[in-house]
């Protein structure tokens, strides 16, 4: 039984050796072989998308800390007779820098991780050459 694959260009089933479409005449390119990953490679990207997870659990957080201190600053007088509201002023803004350091520290690491990944591939190619 001979294997048989697609055209490409009309889809018209074809022997598996062929060099051109038998209905359209078009040349069949042969497939680009694939650029295996090395393993420092794939572990580069694990961590940049695990990176990621944490960055998207973390950006709710901060919108709504960010949404709750534009509130707090537009409806209430934060710095209160009494220093509660100063009090809560005072905590909601250090958890919204708290979070945005966070993810500072996770956007640098994914800047530096993929300027690696770059670097990595680009060895990888070259040794494939």
Known sequence: MVDNKFCQFCGAQIPA????CLKCGATLTAE?????????EIAIRQRIF?????????????HAKNHALQMFLHTKR?????GVKKREFSKLQQEHQML???????TDAIRQLNLKLRTVMAQGMAKQK
Request: hydrophobic share 35%; no cysteine.
């Open 17 to 20: 050796d062929s060099l051109f």
């Open 32 to 40: 680009k072989k694939k650029r295996q990953m090395s393993d420092e």
């Open 50 to 62: 695990q990176i990621q997870q944490e960055h998207a659990i973390l950006m709710p957080q901060f």
């Open 78 to 82: 934060p710095y209160g007779l009494f």
């Open 100 to 106: 945005m350091r966070e993810l500072t520290k996770r």
